[in-house]
C-alpha cells in the first residue's frame, strides 16, 4: 500500500484539484456497475474473478484516458446503458483496483 499522505501531497503541487480524466467520480458505485454488466464475460474468457483481463501481460491500455475510453467503449458494445457519470464511476474503480495509472 502506498504511503496515502505522499501521494496526496504530490498531486496537490504537481496536478489540479481533479487531474484525473473522470473527474471526482466515486469508484464505489462504478465496482457495482462493473460488477452487473461486465465480469461475467471476462470470467469466461479468464477463469477466476475475471480480473486477468485488466492485469494480463499484453493489455491494451496505458493511460487513465485509455481506461475512461475503453470503458465507454465496452458500455456501448455491451448496451449497458450506463450514463457518463457511470462511465466516469467504473473507470475510476477500474484505475483505483486494477491499472493504478497516474497519468
Ligand atoms: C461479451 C464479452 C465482454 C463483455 C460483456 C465486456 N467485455 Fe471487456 N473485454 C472483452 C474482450 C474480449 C476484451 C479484450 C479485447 C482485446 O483483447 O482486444 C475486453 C477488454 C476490456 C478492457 C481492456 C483490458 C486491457 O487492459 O487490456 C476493459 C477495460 C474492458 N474490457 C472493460 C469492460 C467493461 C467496462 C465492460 C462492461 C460495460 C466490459 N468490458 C464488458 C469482452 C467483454
Redesign the pocket.
Same mark, same amino acid.
Given at each position: 500500500m502506498k504511503p496515502i499522505i505522499a501521494l496526496l501531497a504530490s498531486s496537490l503541487i504537481t496536478l489540479p484539484a481533479f487531474a484525473e480524466p473522470w473527474g471526482n467520480a466515486d469508484p464505489k458505485p462504478g465496482k457495482e456497475? +462493473?460488477d452487473k $454488466?461486465?465480469? $461475467?464475460? +471476462?470470467v @469466461? %474468457?479468464y477463469g477466476g474473478d475475471g480480473s486477468k483481463? =485488466?492485469? @494480463?501481460e499484453? @493489455?491494451? %491500455?496505458s493511460t487513465q484516458l485509455?481506461?475512461l475510453q @475503453?470503458?465507454a467503449?465496452?458500455?456501448s458494445?455491451?448496451r $449497458?446503458g450506463?450514463f457518463p457519470e457511470e462511465?466516469a464511476e467504473? $473507470?475510476a474503480y %477500474?484505475n483505483q483496483q =486494477? =491499472?493504478h495509472f497516474k497519468e
Amino acid at each position: 500500500m502506498k504511503p496515502i499522505i505522499a501521494l496526496l501531497a504530490s498531486s496537490l503541487i504537481t496536478l489540479p484539484a481533479f487531474a484525473e480524466p473522470w473527474g471526482n467520480a466515486d469508484p464505489k458505485p462504478g465496482k457495482e456497475h +462493473h460488477d452487473k $454488466a461486465c465480469v $461475467a464475460c +471476462h470470467v @469466461r %474468457l479468464y477463469g477466476g474473478d475475471g480480473s486477468k483481463m =485488466y492485469t @494480463r501481460e499484453a @493489455r491494451l %491500455l496505458s493511460t487513465q484516458l485509455d481506461v475512461l475510453q @475503453r470503458v465507454a467503449t465496452c458500455n456501448s458494445q455491451v448496451r $449497458a446503458g450506463w450514463f457518463p457519470e457511470e462511465e466516469a464511476e467504473v $473507470a475510476a474503480y %477500474l484505475n483505483q483496483q =486494477y =491499472y493504478h495509472f497516474k497519468e
